[in-house]
Nanobody, 122 residues
Framework: QVQLLESGGGLVQAGGSLRLSCAAS????????MGWHRQAPGKQRELVAS???????NYADSVKGRFTISRDNAKNTVYLQMTSLKPEDTGVYYC????????????????WGQGTQVTVSS
């Protein structure tokens, strides 16, 4: 069974930094698109940052210049480095992936992790 395992959330003061990790476990052949979304209390889930299948990165306007998404294909892992954090960055951060699975051969295009809480205090 393929799973996305997130880690790295926590409580940080405004202006601080955190790095989130999302590792895909199981028989992963390759990662297509992967990204991070977040959901603040009472709000809809929104895209924060992502890689397209062509390797192009996209960022929400609210995090440009502060967050950086990166990936390690050998480890089937995607990271989100968050700096200059603001209270409005608070929320549950979810990893999302579009993967090619080797055994049995198939595409899993809508995988979600369980979420990791990020809380930024003012």
């Amino acid at each position: 069974q393929v799973q996305l395992l997130e880690s790295g959330g926590g409580l940080v003061q405004a202006g601080g930094s955190l790095r989130l990790s999302c590792a895909a476990s199981g028989s992963v052949f390759s990662m297509n698109a992967m990204g991070w979304h977040r959901q603040a209390p009472g709000k809809q889930r929104e895209l924060v940052a992502s890689f397209t299948s062509g390797g192009i990165t996209n960022y929400a306007d609210s995090v440009k210049g502060r967050f950086t998404i990166s990936r390690d294909n050998a480890k089937n892992t995607v990271y989100l480095q968050m700096t200059s954090l603001k209270p409005e960055d608070t929320g549950v951060y979810y990893c999302h992936a579009d993967l090619i699975i080797a055994t049995p051969w198939r595409r899993e295009h809508d995988l979600w992790g369980q979420g990791t809480q990020v809380t930024v205090s003012s």
